[in-house]
């Protein structure tokens, strides 16, 4: 639209579609700002949305399926006590990525008005939502930057990977932040603890707890 009214911002290269594309993702992500839950089935391009999620500090369990892929299950910005409009803000910038996404559904359960009755919202890939999101950063926060950086391309014959394995936690799956891999073959995974409230850290040390990986390292702010 090439539009020449005073103070108006003039965009050569946004065409109709792109509009239409942008209206139909918006109504989507303010769904999800009264989203209690939400639950995404994902059976492909695993790592990209895990990564989304995880950019978009987002409080997220995985679980695997019976079948292939896995499970992602969200507190919704409804059943956060604390930032909750910054948290709808959160979950509409992990949407704008999903869509980008291959073979997923997502079912959310919506609550408009506190005491009516919650609704389900679903979207799948096959639904064709598209967005125009840049590509996703490698770090989701300055600290793992921060250390990656000072720690180098390699140390001791160690190198440095980002979210490169999967743990088995009983019955949930974890993706550490890092995995430290020696020459010899050696392993060790690290996972950076964040703080989010006081339930979601009692939910990760017990999923940590259920880790059954041979060598886990778990980094604690010692506040925490």
């Given at each position: 639209?090439?539009v020449?009214a005073?103070?108006a911002?003039?965009e050569?290269?946004?065409s109709?579609e792109?509009?239409?594309?942008?209206?139909?993702?918006a109504?989507?992500?303010?769904?999800?700002?009264?989203?209690?839950?939400?639950?995404?089935?994902a059976?492909a391009?695993?790592?990209?949305?895990?990564?989304?999620?995880r950019?978009?500090?987002l409080?997220?369990?995985?679980?695997?399926?019976?079948r292939?892929?896995?499970?992602?299950?969200?507190?919704?910005?409804?059943?956060?006590?604390?930032?909750?409009?910054?948290?709808?803000?959160?979950?509409?910038?992990?949407?704008?990525?999903?869509?980008?996404?291959?073979?997923?559904?997502?079912t959310?359960q919506i609550?408009?008005r506190?005491g009516?009755r919650?609704?389900?919202?679903?979207?799948?890939s096959?639904?064709?939502l598209r967005?125009r999101?840049?590509?996703?950063?490698?770090?989701d926060?300055g600290?793992?930057e921060t250390?990656a950086?000072?720690?180098?391309?390699?140390r001791?014959?160690?190198?440095?990977r980002?979210e490169?394995v999967?743990?088995?936690?009983?019955?949930?799956?974890?993706?550490?932040?890092?995995?430290?891999?020696h020459a010899d073959?050696?392993?060790?995974a690290?996972e950076i603890?964040?703080?989010?409230?006081?339930?979601?850290?009692r939910?990760?040390?017990?999923?940590?707890?259920?880790v059954?990986?041979?060598?886990?390292?778990?980094?604690?702010?010692?506040?925490?």
């Open positions: 639209a090439d020449r005073v103070g911002l003039v050569a290269d946004y109709a792109d509009l239409r594309a942008d209206y139909d993702l109504q989507a992500q303010a769904l999800l700002y009264s989203a209690t839950q939400v639950v995404v089935d059976r391009d695993f790592r990209h949305i895990v990564q989304y999620a950019l978009s500090r409080l997220c369990r995985i679980q695997r399926l019976t292939k892929g896995y499970r992602l299950v969200f507190d919704g910005p409804n059943s956060v006590l604390r930032h909750t409009h910054a948290y709808g803000v959160d979950f509409a910038r992990f949407l704008a990525a999903l869509v980008q996404a291959r073979d997923w559904r997502m959310a609550e408009l506190k009516w919650p609704l389900t919202f679903t979207l799948r096959a639904d064709r967005s999101l840049a590509a996703p950063g490698l770090f926060s600290l793992e250390f950086t000072k720690f180098g391309g390699e001791d014959g160690w190198r440095l980002r490169a999967i743990l088995e936690a009983g019955e949930n799956l974890m993706i550490p932040d890092f995995v430290f891999t073959g050696t392993e060790v690290l603890v964040g703080y989010w409230t006081p339930e979601y850290l939910e990760k040390f017990d999923k940590l707890a259920r059954r990986a041979p060598n886990l390292i778990v980094a604690v702010r010692k506040a925490l």
